[in-house]
């Protein structure tokens, strides 16, 4: 395999051995904590021009199987991993990660010390990086030049509606860039659904008449995506039962009053207890966040917090009041991570079920 | 062999949407107090003060309503409707609103013998009903408020519900007569 170089925008160079594509990219650099779910994780479009970080030492092990792609075509500039494993025992696999990152080119980089990277980016936050061949000036001078986009969600979200027919409820997503996971429990619970893009109006929204409408995950910040999203939330929620994720929930918090808060540091991970407050009780989730709702904002009179971090302290979940809205900043889903936060879109069901009387 | 119909997480959610749910309808929880019908609705009527202390760090009264025997897998040929007394009310109802629990709704005889005792306390400011489970079979003009899951039922069977805090377990489940 070719010496290649992770480089920051520091101007640190750290070299490392390629796997995958033999591209050079540039993107923000990020960690991911979780010990499993290499797939999902590079596969989900909240990484849109992200170079990730894998905290766990051996990635490859398991290969690349049929049921774990969150998005069809990945996005996520580049993966830096310690140990590359490129032989797979596991049943499922259906081809290496190499050969993975080589058709989509996204490149790879191994035999990089992750955790000294991690520790560095705890403390200095967001950096620029790039995956190069050669750690010159003039690649330094290349990546400082380089500016990361902020459309990241009309990058990866739909740009057209497109069904996913099946018998049960009627339910609208909005897509910010959603997992595939989102799509997975609806389907597993028989929901007809239909993906809108994320500049749907509500009278679009309406006009399908939905039992439910769900907000879904998304990369970037909620903050450069305009009023007009706000003011479609804030009508749909008082028609319709509303589910919100991730970027989702971020925008229901800004369309209910509350201020957001960008990270020190994005945290990606499933290792947070999070306390579900009405029934005082913890459940893991996995979480990856870049912004937070700033919890002294929240109105009391308009949301109710539902959910909160144990390590962190960060709001988790909110719910309207007034309507059957509510959201959650962790990935529902389970995709990858722990299951037991899946309830939620059985709750999402009910609520649907609740209105029907 | 029974059927159950609801279990343990069920349940549980049930009880939180009910709990939001009760929230929405009121506005907050302002002036509200909950009276649990005996048996299991005393103890469904708990976790749901529980829910809202936790949400809303206030307490909301809770009172016991006690129904005179009475089982609903027994025919009432006769003009035996139940009664319902009140037991641990140390809190008035006059002007609050009223939030009745009790775990299964059938005839709706219950529910009517239990706003009698209420009313006889005092003038609630108003009455909801929140049930469990909602079975059919109403033999008077009654409707629940909130509920946690419709079971559509034949009259001959028996619907039995679990609470762990006096049972093995929490689960709402069919017994074919």
Known sequence: MAKRYLILEDGSAYAGEGFGAGATTSGEVIFNLNLLGYQETIT?????NQIIIFAQPAIGN???NHDSYESILPTAKGMVVRDLTNISTNRLSRLSLD???RQHNIPGISGIDTRHLIRKLRQAGPMKGSIVDVADAHAFDQLNATVLTNRQVDQVATPKPYPNPDAGKNVVVIDFGLKHGILRQLSERRCNVTVL????TAQDVLNLDPDGVLLSTGPGSPLDLGTDVLDMIRQVQAEIPLFAIGLGHELFALANGAELVALPVEYHGSSHPIRRIITNDVLYATQGQGYAVVAKSIDRDRLITTYVDLIDGTVQGLRHRDFPAFSVQFFADGA???HESRDLFDEFMEAMTAREG | MPKVVVDAMAMQRALTRITYEIIERNKGVDDLVI?????RGVYLARRIANRLQQLENVTVPVGDLDVTPYRDDIDHDGPSDPEVTVENLDFSVAGQKVILVDDVLYTGR???AAMSAVMALGRPKSINLAVLVDRGHRELPIRADFVGKNIPSSQRERIKVSVSEIDDRDAVEILKA
């Open chain 1, 44 to 48: 989900d479009q909240i990484y849109h």
């Open chain 1, 99 to 101: 050969e993975f990152l």
């Open chain 1, 336 to 338: 990858p991570g722990p």
């Open chain 2, 35 to 39: 009276l649990g019908i005996k048996t």
């Open chain 2, 110 to 112: 219950t529910i009517r």
């Open chain 1, 197 to 200: 893009p994320w500049t749907a």
């Open chain 1, 62 to 64: 398991v290969g690349i």
